[in-house]
């Protein structure tokens, strides 16, 4: 018997690989003579590095960054087998855990880090990059990431705009004269599961910017501000990037990575699908399981457990989702090629008690499908 596990992290408790093994020890547990296949995903958020690099026996390389307050941080980036493809997470620099919640303010928070993080990949020798963009404390529209690879932002009198959002709003001129060079030849992926556009109703100030400490007057004041600055890369550069669908992700980095670094924005699944040569490694499984800590009718929306289960679906393999919580809206992603959702949860717990418990929980219910399974 062959059982591919593909899950996603449980965000908060769990990375996606240690999800996998939970679940390899609970089949194993039943059958232990099964082969079981480990690919822990990601969307292109958490966890992206660590997909890519074990799936192609990649290298893991460690540096200290700029954090989103000014502060050092150490963060990892990923060189994938084929030597030359550098992987990041922007929330490994930038990303809202590492400010702690009564010191987090968009007005100021900056994507320095990430930018840090893309010139170390390309001092490895990195030639193409994949940046994974979920999970930031951000909303500066990526101008830190341009400034930490010599991109400079002036205000009316030629001075350099300090750090954060709200800076965007006295930018006159954009000088990209001393933008590193080895950009020009690389070929940027950039890793991303929303289509939310810059600005306005639907834009990254108004969605984001609440969960990253803004107020109702803050996230004015910085959609405002990226509208400036959308005006301003049109005048200077000649792109419009305002209303690219995605151009809003991660406080608007995404726009930043298109109008500066010719980033491509794509949906992280399927580029982690087509790094793991996904559709190749299920072929000829007899079952499939995925997971994600929360399972809803949003998992349709570039999630991993809907992306495992579209796959799987033209082959025909039946397909399994453990989650912490599955609602009853994901009743109708069944039609998507799952076959059944389980919560792990398997009694009355707080979420304390849950997260602290989770590979424990996994294991046991990844068991219980097995026994069913293998009487059916």
């Not at 400010?99 to 030639?127: M, Q, S, W």
């Not at 590193?180 to 984001?208: F, M, Q, W």
């Not at 609602?327 to 069944?334: A, G, I, K, N, Y």
Request: hydrophobic share 45%.
């Amino acid at each position: 018997m062959r059982i591919v596990i593909a899950p996603d992290s449980f965000k908060g408790s769990l990375s996606a690989f240690a999800v996998a093994e939970a679940v390899e020890r609970g089949v194993k547990r039943v059958v232990p003579e099964a082969e079981c296949v480990l690919l822990p995903l990601s969307d292109g958020g958490e966890g992206l590095v660590e997909s890519l690099v074990e799936a192609t026996a990649g290298t893991y390389h460690e540096f200290q960054a700029t954090g989103p307050l000014g502060e050092p941080v150490w963060a990892k980036l990923g060189v994938l087998g084929d030597g030359s493809t550098g992987v990041i997470e922007m929330a490994q620099a930038s990303g809202l855990p590492l400010v702690p919640p009564e010191k987090r303010n968009p007005l100021f928070t900056t994507t320095y880090g990430t930018g840090e993080l893309i010139r170390c990949a390309l001092d490895l020798g990195c030639t193409q990059l994949v940046i994974g963009i979920g999970g930031s404390a951000t909303n500066d529209g990526g101008m830190g990431m341009a400034q930490a690879l010599g991109v400079r932002f002036l205000d009316a009198d030629g001075r350099e705009l300090g750090p954060g959002g709200a800076e965007l709003a006295r930018l006159e001129k954009i000088d990209i004269s001393g933008l590193d060079p080895r950009l020009a030849e690389a070929k940027i992926e950039v890793a991303c599961d929303v289509d939310n556009p810059l600005t306005g109703p639907s834009g990254a100030s108004h969605i984001y910017g609440p969960q990253k400490g803004a107020t109702p007057a803050m996230v004015e004041q910085l959609d405002r501000a990226l509208m400036h600055y959308a005006e301003v890369i049109r005048k200077d550069l000649g792109k419009d990037v305002e209303s690219v669908p995605g151009a809003g992700a991660a406080g608007g980095l995404g726009a930043g990575l298109m109008a500066f670094l010719g980033g491509r924005l794509v949906s992280g699944i399927q580029l982690v699908f087509r790094v793991l040569d996904f559709e190749r490694q299920v072929q000829g499984a007899d079952l499939v399981f995925t997971g994600e800590g929360k399972f809803d009718a949003q998992s349709a929306f570039g999630k991993v457990p809907v992306g495992v289960a579209r796959a799987c679906r033209a082959f025909g393999i039946p397909v399994i989702v453990l989650a912490g919580t599955v609602t009853l809206d994901s009743e109708e992603l069944h039609g998507e090629g799952i076959t059944a959702s389980f919560s792990v949860l398997n009694q009355p717990m707080s979420l304390e008690e849950a997260m602290a418990r989770t590979a424990e929980l996994v294991e046991f219910q990844a068991a219980q499908v097995m026994r069913l399974w293998a009487h059916r």
